[in-house]
């Protein structure tokens, strides 16, 4: 963004003990501030919390927390379900996309692992057992499986660097930490974090419709 100040009587300056102005001056003053690396740098930038009914401060997540969310809660499997073919059919499939978005993951750690291979005795239970000792089993085996995943976080405050991976004068790249949050961001790049949707829009093909980030993804911070 450019000002542009056109000022008479601007310049004075003194030749031979006489005073002269010229009224034709004209200065020009560019603001280049978002070009800064932050806007208006806080002293606090909130980080993010898993306790707000606003999706855009959810934390960023693990890429194996956000594929176990997909698993469906022990309190959403009943008798019904487990014995209608269909309904038990479609959670044989669930539970078995879950552990192949499990082993595609780059890097794959022991726990992945094992989880995976829990995930698959759930299926074989699903296709062998009967009746209620199926259901118990099915729920006890979920609510493990579930308890791995990371604890839900109350309000964080940044306290390292955002991580640019790049930076143009239009764009940042940045790389998702833990603890961060759209909101983050637009309080970070913009002074403001209901800016947030701004990061959405130019990351649609990143970023779901519930606004949950996965640590490690590169986003776009658009600053022009």
């Known amino acids: 963004m450019k000002k542009i100040i056109t000022s008479t009587t601007i310049l004075l300056f003194t030749?031979?003990?006489?005073?002269?102005?010229?009224?034709?001056?004209?200065?020009?003053?560019?603001?280049?501030?978002?070009?800064s690396a932050l806007f208006q740098k806080p002293d606090e930038i909130m980080g993010c919390t898993d306790f707000s009914l606003k999706k855009e401060e959810s934390c960023a997540k693990k890429p194996q927390d956000v594929i176990l969310d997909k698993l469906p809660s022990s309190s959403q499997i009943n008798d019904e379900d487990i014995e209608d073919k269909s309904k038990l059919n479609e959670l044989k499939e669930q539970l078995l996309e879950v552990a192949k978005e499990l082993e595609q993951l780059k890097q794959e750690q022991k726990e992945n692992r094992e989880t995976i291979k829990e995930l698959k005795k759930l299926v074989k239970v699903l296709t062998e057992k009967r009746g209620r000792k199926k259901v118990a089993l099915i729920k006890k085996g979920i609510e493990k499986i579930q308890k791995r995943k990371s604890p839900k976080?109350?309000?964080?405050?940044?306290?390292?660097?955002?991580?640019?991976?790049?930076?143009?004068?239009?764009?940042?790249?940045?790389?998702?930490?833990?603890?961060?949050?759209?909101?983050?961001?637009?309080?970070?790049y913009y002074g403001n974090n209901r800016l947030y949707y701004r990061i959405y829009k130019a990351n649609k093909d990143k970023i779901p419709s519930n606004l949950q980030i996965t640590i490690g993804t590169h986003l776009r911070i658009p600053l022009d």
Do not use: M, W
Not at 15 to 35: M, N, Q, R, T, Y
Not at 157 to 168: A, L, V
């Open 153 to 188: 976080r109350e309000v964080t405050i940044i306290r390292k660097p955002i991580k640019e991976i790049s930076r143009t004068d239009k764009e940042v790249i940045v790389e998702v930490q833990n603890n961060e949050s759209l909101s983050t961001y637009a309080q970070a």
């Open 15 to 35: 030749l031979g003990g006489e005073c002269f102005a010229d009224d034709d001056l004209e200065i020009k003053i560019v603001d280049e501030s978002h070009k």
